[in-house]
């Protein structure tokens, strides 16, 4: 039998809770997961390897460490937009628009200075949208009322296939 620490820690060692978005991923864009028995993880979309372990007993940054660490992050970041655009299909131009119009809808006046993770959240809410109109638009042209629809179809499809198959 396996037991639940065992289960958390080999979760932890998976990665499964990291996501793209970092205000949806288990290290919350700070690189590192703490598993419930107390193992840090890298995360394989935030962590900054240069930048040391939490736990690292080193003294403290010096100002050009600083420097490299915030250039980096801020390419990581520009890195996970640029990914967001490209799998929303917009071009860069519009993506932008789409994302100001949506960062201005929910944090105008909220602050001074633009908050980098907020825009990140803001650039996948963007891309899951578009990409949800596309797959909506594509089920009514194969004549499915929704993409719900024409899944539940494919799922059965599948389960056939499986059946046939002898899977289960
Ligand atoms: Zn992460």
């Known amino acids: 039998m396996t037991s639940s620490l065992q289960m958390e820690y080999d979760n932890a060692c998976s990665g499964a809770w990291a996501d793209l978005n970092p205000n949806k991923c288990g290290c919350r864009g700070k690189g590192w997961f703490l598993s419930d028995v107390d193992t840090w993880h890298p995360c394989r979309f935030h962590c900054d390897p240069e930048a040391g372990h939490p ?34 299909g917009l071009d860069k131009k519009a993506f ?40 909506e638009a594509e089920a009514r042209a194969e004549g499915y009322s929704c993409d719900l629809e024409r899944r539940w179809e494919a799922d059965a499809l599948l389960e056939q296939e499986e059946r046939a198959h002898g899977g289960w």
């Open 55 to 88: 736990e690292d007993d080193r003294g403290p940054y010096t100002a050009d460490e600083v420097s490299g660490i915030i250039a980096r992050r801020m390419q990581m970041m520009r890195g996970i937009y640029r990914r967001f655009q490209e799998a929303s």
């Open 96 to 135: 932008r628009a789409a994302c100001e119009a949506e960062y201005a809808l929910r944090f105008e006046g909220a602050d001074e200075v633009q908050v980098e993770e907020r825009w990140l959240d803001v650039a996948d809410d963007v891309c899951t949208e578009r990409v949800n109109e596309r797959r």
